[in-house]
């Protein structure tokens, strides 16, 4: 007997299905009709469905020739509204319900594109496109949205599809030089930059100079967020991250007053927030890895305009 994935029900469920979709999400799944769907796509035989994906022609051609079937698109998103957070009136910090709240997100964004690719019958999913949004309608809802092309595989299908936000060109090379995804590893931390007196001064000068307060701010954000990216990376046994992109995104805000707080300056002074995001791919070296690696590269036939892969007569490195 077939076993549901986690929040996942039989769909046969006789409830009312907005009633089941609401529960389902609840516990990180997906709706019941993309449950149908997908499970459809995964029991078609190769050929028998024309598959749909955001690979370029070049990307497609290159998977196919690594034995890797596109099957069709998958995504996962998740839409979460943020509580109250809290900053400090006297020293920088980490807002940690907010660097908390794009990390779930992410999580659960994360896990129901591996839930469709999963349900597609797919080893993996590649070209994963990740975008972040915070609303305009209200500053406490961010919107994590994941979408990629789940591919069918010479390995089989796994327990847990593999994920990666590579191209395919990227992939083909990574594939061909013996390192196999882990999955996808990412790192939020949002940073509050309280405002002194020395970066007014800064502001107010005629010199050029470091604004080393921000700089400083922006070094201890970017560390926090990789460290959670790291531990995800070991908690796979990873060998490394690749294509690791970062994004950055600077606030202004104001500290409201709270009791007892007194004529504390720092109410009157504009402050900022900063957010900062890693996502990239974690690799391991596969068993069979090729301990020599030939350089190649991609010729146009004059022939038939075809890109033809060339191989160079000797390797471009060695490994022990």
Not at 51 to 67: H, I, K, N, Y
Request: net charge negative; hydrophobic share 35%; with cysteine.
């Amino acid at each position: 007997m077939e076993r549901n994935g986690p929040g996942q029900q039989s769909s046969g469920d006789q409830r009312d299905p907005a009633l089941v979709d609401l529960e389902r999400l609840r516990h990180g799944g997906i709706p019941v009709h993309a449950e149908e769907r997908l499970r459809e796509l995964g029991h078609t035989g190769p050929g028998a469905l024309a598959f749909t994906s955001d690979l370029s022609p070049d990307e497609a051609g290159l998977l196919r020739q690594r034995g890797y079937q596109p099957l069709g698109l998958v995504t996962g998103s998740a839409v979460y509204h943020v509580g109250f957070a809290y900053a400090s009136a006297y020293q920088d910090t980490e807002v940690t319900q907010l660097s908390a709240a794009y990390n779930e997100a992410t999580r659960l964004a994360v896990g129901r594109l591996s839930q469709e690719a999963h349900l597609a019958g797919a080893e993996g999913v590649v070209g994963v496109r990740y975008t972040m949004t915070r609303h305009e309608w209200t500053e406490r809802v961010i919107e994590v949205q994941l979408v990629g092309t789940a591919v069918r595989g010479p390995h089989g299908q796994p327990q847990s599809p593999w994920l990666s936000d590579l191209s395919g060109q990227e992939w083909w090379a990574l594939d061909r030089a013996g390192f196999g995804p882990a999955g996808i590893v990412w790192g939020h931390c949002v940073w509050f930059v309280l405002t002194q007196m020395s970066d007014v001064w800064i502001m107010q000068s005629w010199s050029n100079q470091e604004f080393t307060h921000f700089s400083a701010a922006l070094g201890a954000c970017r560390d926090r967020a990789a460290r959670t990216m790291e531990l995800q990376a070991a908690q796979m046994r990873a060998t490394g991250i690749v294509g690791v992109r970062l994004a950055r995104r600077l606030d202004e805000l104001h500290l409201t007053p709270g009791y007892g707080s007194g004529s504390n300056p720092v109410y009157e002074l504009e402050h900022h927030s900063v957010t900062l995001s890693l996502i990239g791919t974690a690799v391991r070296e596969r068993p069979d890895a090729p301990r020599r690696v030939r350089g190649s590269s991609l010729a146009l036939s004059l022939r038939d305009g075809r890109l033809v892969r060339t191989t160079g007569q000797d390797a471009d490195a060695t490994f022990r």
